[in-house]
Structure formats: C-alpha cells, structure tokens
C-alpha cells in the first residue's frame, strides 16, 4: 500500500492508493489538524485513524519542516569555511538592493554571523591549479576554532571546489574525526557549479537545515518502527522525485519546496491521464499561491528563491504569491482597497471560523457572496459563520463608502488580479499564450476561483482535479524517485564540446548508478535524461536545453531564447553547466472510476447531477469533501468517469 502524505500549516493530508485482490485500484483521503510543535504527531495520528498503521507501507512524505526552519531562522549554529580573504562572501552576496528606491532600507541580516566566517588555505584556481596550500596547521587550527564556537553544523566552501573537491574533502575528513557528531556539508557535494555566492549559499542553506530535517525524520521513523518488514519512507525533493528518509537529512536544502513539488506531480500525472501536456497550475490555499507552466516535462530551475535566500539547487519551476483564502483585506493610506499578502492563518483564520478573527479575508468575501456553503461542515468538522463574516466585511464597506456585496466582491475581484498576474509572469513573460493550456485549479481555495481567472486569461478550458483539495498528497504518491545531478562545464560553440560533454556526462550517470546501487536499487531500471545549460559568449544567466547533440541542442537554445526574449544572437553560444536527472518510475496506475458525492447537505446535489453525466450551467455551487468549486455565469461543468471537473466557456 502506497500513502501520500503532505504536512501543511493547517491540515495534514492522506491519500492512499490500495490494489484490491481483483486487481483494482482504491483511492481513499483523509485530513487531520496538523501539530505544528511536532509535525511527526499529525502523521503517526493519521495512519492510525485511516486503520494502516499494522499494513506493510510505501509513505511518501511532503513537509514544510525545513522551510519553515529557513524562513524563521530556527536552523542549526552554523559555521562557513572558506578561502583566506573571502569570510565575507556571505555577507556582500550579489549587492543586489529588493527595495531600489528605498533611500531608508535596511538590510536584513547576513546569515552566517562574523565569527562564525572561518578561513583556511586550500584555494584553487579557474584552471584547476593550486594557488594556496591547505596545510596540516590550517587543519588543526580550523578544528580547534569550531570547538570553541560550539558549531552543530559546518559549510565547507572553497573557490573552484567544482573542478578539484581533494581539499574540500581533506576538511571533511578532519572534520568528521575531531567533530564525531557534527553536521558537515560541502559545495562540491552539495552544488559543483561555478558562482561562489550561489554555491556557497546552497552549502550553507543545507548545513544550516541539516540537523532540523535530520532530527524530524529520525522522529517519524521512530514512530513508524512497528510498521511491518518491507516498509519505507520516501520524502519529497523539491525538484518533484522523491528520496529515502536515510539520504534526505544529508540534502536539507533540496527539500525547501517539498510540499508544492507534490502538487506538480500530481498535475503532470492528471496531464498523462487526460492526454493534455499542455497545462497551467494553480495552487490556492490559505496563506499563498503557486503558479507554474508545463510544456510537457515539469519545468525545473536552478535560480529560485525562498523568502529572502537565493536556492541554486534544482526545484520545480513556479511562482509563488501572498494571496490565498486566508489573505487580509483592508484599507491603505491613500484610501484604496487593498488585498494581501498578510494572511490571517490557521489561527485565529478568517473571521467565518469563529476562531477570534476580527479582519475580513478572501473567504469571508466568497461566502458572502454564495460561493461557500453557509453552515455546512467542511473538511475537518469546521463550519462557518457567515453572520460573522458579513459584520467584519461591513466594517470595511463603511470606510470606503460601498455596500457589503459590493465590497465582497472588490475583496475577490483585487485577489483575483493579483493571481492572474502571476500567471502571467509564468506565461505570456515567457512567451506562452495561456489560451492555449488548460487551466489546473486546486488546493483548498482554487476552484473558487478558477473561472474568474480563466476569463481574465481568455483560457476558455479548465479542470478541477478529483481530490482537488489533498492533490499534493496524490501527487507523492504518484511522483518518481530518482534525483538531479549537474556540473560546470564552460565551453565555447567554437570549441566543439561534445565529447567533453558527453564524457561529463557519462560521469553523472555513473555516480548517479552508484548512488542507487548503494541504496538496494536495481540499476537496471533506472531511467535519464540529459540537458545543457547555455547562454551567449558573455551573458549571465543561462536556459536549460535538453542534450540531443551539440548541433540540435545549439538550434534548439536560440529557439528557446527568441521566444523568451525575443531575439537570437550571431555570437557564440557556451555550455556552463551539464545536467543529469535520473530516476526510477513512480507507482503507475489509472485514476479510479468516482461514482459518489464527496460532500452532504443540499449543495452536493449539484455533484451528484454531474456524476450521472449531466453537463451543468451556472452560476452554481459544486463542493466536495476539502474543496469547493465555483461555477460561474456563462461557463458549463462536467464530470469525466475519474471525478474531474471539466470547466468550458459557453458565449
């Protein structure tokens, strides 16, 4: 038995996938109230109500344990070794300003503190050679001086690393016999790419968050060590596979967009089971929103970033906004409404919970306007009050002169621009034309919300997901294992670098066939696919190209580069980096047949209409077991035989 399982700031969410004695395939969800404290408790509870808890399991895991570590600074005391003269690399980053016109900024922090910058010998160079000596002295001194900080963690970041790991790796050794216990990371494990910020910002981000993932999964494991002979534990990667629970500590900083990579998953899979490769996600829950375009394959990045950090590591391709069902509406100094990104949370929530909220949100709004079922119980037993609702949204209508329903209805109208923004920074900023995808809502929020911004996009086609509400949970369930593996290479179109580039990447390969092997897995499945990062002579950012040989790989970057920028160059074009993703294909099953409605009372006899096949119009109401959806005027609704919800513009 398989079980998904995604770690929210507000629910956990299961969904598990059982093959009958006939051969079939069942799916069943279920959501729990998350324990934040200890976010292994929620878990372990979950398993046991569903009644698993004594099956042999396959759980895959999404959490936010290290993003929430990063975002609050509550990760371990970290110590960054890098070359003499360079302890400040950290601290001066890009001298990038987020605030361009603010003459009053102040900066935040630097993530590593001035004394726990260390500096050693052991710099090579850019070709390769030795220009400073890593010495048995620079040893002993550096072991002695982390002693005396009290370190639980070190990131080991010395300039070129990439092209000679041997001094890196001698720090490690030393490291790990005087320092029995601490958490060690270096670059060129972590990240062997050039750019020393970047890489040196990955290496810390992974030292950093090391021991917090380390001592949540060895929590978990623990609580799952009844489970029965040929269980395991697989976490998700935020490039969208999956690792095992043993490795994932080791590679903290890849887990930052682990829930979210869930939910693309789950969307390339309902993309192979519609026959639709063309796709827009949009992920709507409580406090934010996740866009992101697939063109066949799931996009991957290695320029992201999580709040204020830049994440060079490979992740999943989206964008990400503070507008969601919890997002607070208020009024700004100029006398504007305004929406967001403050969100009321999980706690106290929108004012409707009853839960002590005072400040109306995007839910408030949408029950207020009809879209929410007024006083039926939803996921989690929680029913709201739209009494509640309508006294704070009021407050609000009096200050800037509007009706209830009228400022309702400003509250969604201000957070739908802003989502449609942001599919468009994913879209036509990039040279797509949104109509010509379909539009994949889901997450709590997002079929509420979905018409409205199909409309704005001119997207006349969309689909609510079965399981819309837990989606991210079937997408762990569903996704791959395997991982990404790169290195820099910087060759010039004059050069000719096939053979070096197919010889990196043979290498990839057979450290990727290691790596695996090491861990019981049968080699002889492993699946790749192979890419080059590139860019004109001179330029620096890169695109991502897939490797079918340097001719048809040079042809397809100046294709991608005119569509994204509109324009190619005569100039030569370079490969940096060489990129390798390998993995062995996830559980593979069609969706079940849904012959049910998922929710009570009056409302859910619009679903079961559309169960039986008939195609409904709106304006009207569709909710289901942890999510609603919001058919609007002029917009008809169907079901497929899985429990998809097809949207169509009908003029």
């Known amino acids: 038995m398989r079980i998904g399982v995604d770690v929210g700031g507000t629910f956990t969410d299961f969904l598990c996938v059982r093959s009958t004695a006939a051969g079939e395939v069942e799916l069943s969800v279920y959501k ?6 200890a976010p292994e408790l929620a878990v372990l509870e979950g398993l046991e109500a569903m009644g698993v808890a004594g099956e042999v399991l396959q759980i895959v895991h999404g959490s936010t344990v290290a993003t929430n570590a990063l975002l609050q600074r509550k990760g371990a005391r970290t110590a960054f070794v890098t070359n003499r003269g ?13 605030h361009l016109y603010a003459l009053e900024f102040e900066p935040s922090p630097p993530p590593v503190a001035e004394e726990l910058c260390l500096e050693t010998g052991g710099r090579v160079g850019a070709d390769g050679e030795t220009l400073d000596s890593l010495t048995a002295e620079d040893l002993t001194a550096l072991t002695e001086r982390l002693r005396e900080l009290n370190a639980e963690s070190v990131a080991i970041n010395l300039l070129f690393s990439f092209l000679d790991p041997r001094h890196e790796e001698a720090i490690e050794r030393a490291l790990r016999e005087a320092m029995p216990g601490v958490f060690i990371s270096r670059s060129s494990r972590v990240l062997p790419e050039y750019k020393e910020y970047e890489r040196g910002m990955a290496t810390w981000l992974n030292a950093f968050l090391g021991p917090v993932v380390s001592g949540y999964l060895r929590r978990l494991q623990a609580g799952l060590d009844h489970l029965p002979a040929g269980s395991s534990l697989q976490v998700m990667q935020s490039s969208g596979e999956t690792i095992s629970a043993g490795k994932a500590a080791d590679s903290a900083v890849n887990l930052l967009l682990s829930g979210p990579a869930g939910g693309l998953a789950a969307v390339e899979y309902l993309g192979r089971q519609i026959g639709r490769s063309k796709l827009i996600s949009f992920d709507m829950g409580g406090t934010s929103t996740d866009v992101a375009l697939l063109d066949g394959p799931i996009g991957i990045t290695s320029e992201g970033s999580l709040g204020e950090f830049p994440v060079s590591v490979p992740m999943v391709d989206m964008h990400t906004i503070g507008a969601g069902g919890g997002s607070i509406a208020y009024v700004d100094s100029g006398g504007m409404l305004q929406v967001g990104p403050e969100s009321a949370g999980a706690d106290p929530g929108p004012v409707c919970y009853g839960k002590g909220g005072t400040r109306p949100t995007v839910t408030d709004a949408n029950l207020l306007l009809g879209r929410l079922p007024a006083g039926s119980p ?13 006294k704070a949204v009021a407050e609000l209508a009096d200050t800037i002169g509007l009706d209830v329903e009228a400022t309702a209805q400003g509250i969604v109208s201000i957070a739908n621009e802003h989502m449609v923004e942001a599919i468009r920074r994913i879209s036509v900023n990039r040279g797509f034309d949104p109509a010509e995808f379909l539009l994949v809502s889901f997450g709590g929020a997002g079929g509420l919300h979905v018409c409205a911004l199909a409309d704005a996009l001119g997207i006349r086609r969309a689909v609510v997901p079965v399981f819309a509400g837990v989606l991210s949970a079937l997408g762990m369930a569903v996704a791959d294992q395997g991982r990404q593996f790169s290195r820099t290479l910087q060759r010039t179109e004059e050069d000719d670098p096939t053979r070096q580039i197919e010889r990196e990447l043979d290498q990839l390969s057979r450290r990727a066939e290691a790596e695996f092997a ?39 970057f100046h294709e991608l580069h005119r569509r994204r920028y509109g324009y190619a160059l005569e100039t030569p074009a370079e490969a940096v980096n060489v990129r ?7 559980q593979a099953f069609d969706l079940p047949p849904q012959n049910e409605a998922s929710a009570d009372g009056p409302e859910s006899e619009i679903r079961r209409r559309l169960l039986e096949g008939e195609t409904v119009t709106g304006p009207v109401t569709a909710p289901e077991y942890a999510s609603t959806t919001w058919i609007a005027e002029s917009w008809q609704a169907r079901f497929d035989d899985f429990g998809n919800l097809f949207l169509e513009r009908v003029d």
């Open 86 to 98: 360079f302890g400040d690399m950290l601290t001066l980053a890009r001298q990038t300003r987020p």
């Open 32 to 37: 729990i109230p998350s324990t934040p404290r």
């Open 580 to 586: 390798l993703r390998a993995w062995f294909s996830g």
């Open 518 to 556: 090491d861990e019981g897995l049968d080699i002889a499945n492993l699946q790749t696919r192979f890419s080059v990062d590139m860019r004109y002579t001179g330029q620096s950012y890169t695109l991502n190209v897939p490797w079918t040989g340097w001719g048809a790989t040079l042809e397809r």
């Open 378 to 390: 939803l996921a989690g037993g929680l029913e709201l009050d739209i009494e509640l609702a309508r």
